[in-house]
């Protein structure tokens, strides 16, 4: 557990150093902007394609695949039935912005060494992180995709909306690295050396951006988002992980698989998900708050859960 609150301490440092640069104006807006670039279009493709490339698969084929991809679907539906009722109709990139933060996780910085210390394997991430960035993030990056066209009164072609998924960096870099893992082909270190140079970009560049945002933006929690950011935090730290440890318990995972899903669902909204609302220009505040606050509020959620079920 120690090494888990040390991942949450890193990303804090990291934050701060962002902050820090933002108070001193060493970065401001436009820093900003090309650091949120410069992971979007390069750092974070490479990234997950290295991750993605070099996965053990194993708990593919367990029962923690299927809790976890229920328990994402029906955590994005209760956010969406809560804001239905307290929000109203929204434009279609809000709301899909909105689930992302409410039921994509923290898989990589922080979801990684909790696997790592917390289940003892960090191969427990496979199933989750294939699911978001093998099916929900290009799911959503081709609505926002086709959000952006419609708004910009672009029309597209049938063919278009297909091929949307394969016009985006990171869906890209997920795909080959799910293509090469499965084919069993590895990587030669002449080629992978200096893309593992590349991923360690995606990460810093993320949150430095982030700590820029917490400084020049105004305070979390403050502004027309902030009801919406309440049902936000709700779904991803408490409904998330019960959804999954119900599931889990009526579907009779052995206990090391319990204690996985529920810990993993625990987890607090991933920071890409800034980057994208960033990028698409789309719910940024709501992004950067639901971030803050999840991050924050999964530290107590995640200790007495792996307590509990240990």
Not at 59 to 66: A, E, I, K, P, V
Not at 82 to 99: E, K
Request: glycine residues 8%.
């Amino acid at each position: 557990m120690q090494a888990a609150l040390s991942g949450y301490f890193t990303i804090a440092v990291v934050i701060g150093v962002g902050a820090l640069a933002a108070q001193l104006r060493l970065l401001d807006e436009t820093g900003r902007r090309v650091l949120s670039r410069l992971a979007f279009t390069i750092a974070s493709p490479v990234l997950l394609f290295t991750l993605v490339s070099t996965a053990n698969l194993q708990h593919l084929f367990s029962g923690t695949l299927l809790v976890s991809a229920l328990a994402i679907v029906l955590a994005a539906l209760a956010y969406l039935a809560v804001a239905r009722v307290l929000l109203g109709p929204g434009r279609l990139a809000d709301r899909v912005v909105g689930t992302l933060c409410a039921a994509y996780t923290n898989a990589g910085n922080l979801g990684l060494p909790i696997a790592a210390y917390v289940l003892g394997d960090m191969t427990w991430m496979a199933p989750i992180l294939l699911i978001q960035v093998g099916i929900l993030q290009p799911t959503a990056l081709a609505l926002l995709d086709a959000s952006a066209a419609h708004h910009a009164g672009r029309r597209l072609r049938p063919l278009s909306y297909v091929t949307l998924p394969l016009r985006n960096p990171i869906t890209v870099g997920t795909l080959a690295g799910l293509a090469v893992n499965l084919s069993g082909w590895t990587v030669p270190p002449l080629v992978l050396q200096p893309m593992t140079m590349i991923a360690g970009l995606a990460v810093p560049s993320m949150l430095i951006a982030f700590g820029v945002s917490l400084r020049l933006d105004p305070r979390p929690g403050i502004g027309p988002h902030a009801r919406e950011l309440v049902v936000v935090s709700l779904v991803k730290v408490l409904v998330h992980p019960a959804i999954a440890l119900a599931l889990g318990w009526w579907l009779g995972l052995a206990t090391s698989q319990l204690l996985a899903v529920t810990v993993l669902a625990a987890l607090p909204t991933a920071q890409n998900i800034y980057l994208i609302s960033g990028r698409y220009q789309v719910q940024h505040r709501l992004s950067r708050d639901a971030i803050f606050v999840t991050t924050l509020a999964s530290i107590p959620v995640i200790i007495a859960a792996s307590t509990w079920l240990r």
